[in-house]
């Protein structure tokens, strides 16, 4: 395209300011234009093993499988390929350590006024609450705080909350 312009008349300079190139990446672009790709046959490779490892390879895995097949490659050029490829790596799910908020004794400790009877005759004489976390998507909890009535277990209220 800038040539065409070029050969109507308008300056080099004024076509890369309105494109808004600089002078300097558009001469390396030129230069390159007609050059063949050096990388092809590790792109392919890299690519390869990708696809055969499930897409669960990041470069770092990769980079060992070229070393183990000969290939001496850096890590950065197999990061900057996988990159320009769109090679991302598939994240699965790993077990989770069991949540643990327990610290001690914090705060004030009220009068046990249950005693372990966990069970009454009348409605709305006994209600209990706890907060459970959840995990969602991403780094993301949420919190769920019901109110349990002990006369038949029925929840009357709950609030969830980030």
Known sequence: MAFELKEEGFRLK??????????????????HFGREDTDTAIKERITFLFKKFHERYGYKRITKELKKLGHEINHKKVYRIMRELGLKCVKFMRKSRKYNSYKGKVGKVTKNRISRCFDTPIPLQKLVTDITEFKCLGEEKLYLNPILDLYNGEIIAYEIKK
């Open 14 to 31: 004024d076509i890369l300011c309105v494109v808004g190139i600089p002078e300097a990446t558009y001469h390396y672009h030129v230069k």
